[in-house]
């Protein structure tokens, strides 16, 4: 998200930052919020006004007061399907007037980057040996980063170049998506303001109106959450990503992981056929004791003891024992 830092401005006009209380802080959000803004607007325009009393060394007045709006609103990226994406993709192609959309949409779904940091690209942001990118532009430090080029974003930008050399826009202080005016005006020394009409009449024809274009950063996160990519490599790739939008991707990516789970199960039909013949062999074996146990012992195998040995009983136990009764002689 971007802040437009007109609403500060409008709100404390002239007023020294040194002179800002907390209470201040509390009406601009009381005001905010009266004007319908969502919560996490609020504290993103004040995170602003927080950066800038940090830097002041003025911000231990407010540490303890602040209290940043809760944000009830549940998150609302969304992730499109593959055939939705593969249709969308393919009408951006279609049309030439939806060049530059298509191509930062290309960066959008296929590398993870915000409108914000796409419009910050300059050429020598792009490194084509290493096939990285050099983001140093977004909505906060965190966002800096070195994503890598997959062959989807190397073609489009490719592209973007070979149209760039003719208008001798291809200096490495120009910025990729250059500024455009009124009567098809360029200047490659001003990053593009919008992209936004193009946008809206691209997802219009291919039957998506309501897939923003960040939507493209939710879908490309989802992408690796279901491929069940950590979340160090994640951050990596596509920067700062809330907690609480961490949260949802870890949930997509453990419901990849109950499926392939569930897709280790061991196929029923084979395991009842294997439990029956394991049965009938059982019950087999069971027969095969019964019989066996029937059978009369072998002559052999026993052990006769001697039948006669001159005593009372006719075993040699029984002589010992005898003997053993009488007094000693």
Same mark, same amino acid.
């Given at each position: ?132 990118? +050099?983001? =140093?532009?977004?909505?906060?430090? *965190? #966002? ?6 997959? %062959?989807?974003?190397?073609? @489009? $930008? ?39 009409? +193009?946008? =809206?009449?691209?997802?219009?024809? *291919? #039957? ?6 960040? %939507?493209?950063?939710?879908? @490309? $996160? ?108």
């Amino acid at each position: 998200m971007e802040v437009d830092g007109q609403t500060l401005a409008a709100f404390f006009g002239d007023t020294p930052l040194r002179k800002i209380s907390p209470a201040d802080l509390t009406a601009y959000q009381n005001t905010r919020r009266d004007l319908g803004r969502a919560p996490k607007t609020v504290n993103s325009e004040l995170s602003v006004l927080r950066q800038l009393l940090k830097h002041a060394k003025l911000w231990y007045r407010y540490r303890e007061d602040y209290k940043a709006l809760k944000n009830t609103k549940p998150p609302a990226g969304q992730a499109i399907a593959d055939h939705e994406q593969v249709r969308l993709f393919d009408i951006a192609k279609s049309n030439p007037a939806w060049f530059f959309a298509y191509v930062a949409a290309t960066l959008d779904f296929f590398c993870g980057l915000r409108a914000c940091e796409i419009k910050a690209l300059q050429w020598k942001h792009v490194s084509w040996e290493e096939r990285r990118l +050099a983001v =140093r532009r977004s909505k906060t430090p *965190a #966002g800096w980063r070195d994503p890598s080029l997959n %062959d989807t974003c190397l073609e @489009a $930008l490719r592209e973007l170049h070979q149209r760039a050399e003719p208008l001798g826009f291809t200096n490495s202080e120009h910025f990729l998506f250059p500024w455009h005016g009124l009567r098809k005006q360029l200047d490659p020394t001003r990053p593009m303001t919008s992209w936004r009409t +193009a946008w =809206r009449s691209l997802r219009k024809a *291919a #039957g998506l109106p309501s897939v923003r274009f960040h %939507d493209g950063r939710h879908t @490309a $996160l989802t992408r690796l959450a279901e491929k069940g990519v950590p979340d160090w490599v994640i951050r990596a790739q596509f920067g700062h990503v809330s907690p609480a939008m961490m949260a949802v991707y870890s949930h997509v990516r453990r419901k990849a992981l109950d499926e392939a789970a569930k897709a280790l199960e061991p196929d029923t039909t084979t395991t009842a056929a294997n439990s029956e013949l394991e049965k009938t062999a059982d019950q087999d074996r069971r027969v095969a004791s019964h019989v066996t146990s029937q059978q009369p012992p072998r002559r052999d195998n026993v052990i006769e003891f001697p039948k006669e040995s001159g005593a009372p009983c006719t075993t040699r136990t029984c002589d010992l024992l005898v003997r053993s009764r009488q007094p000693f002689r």
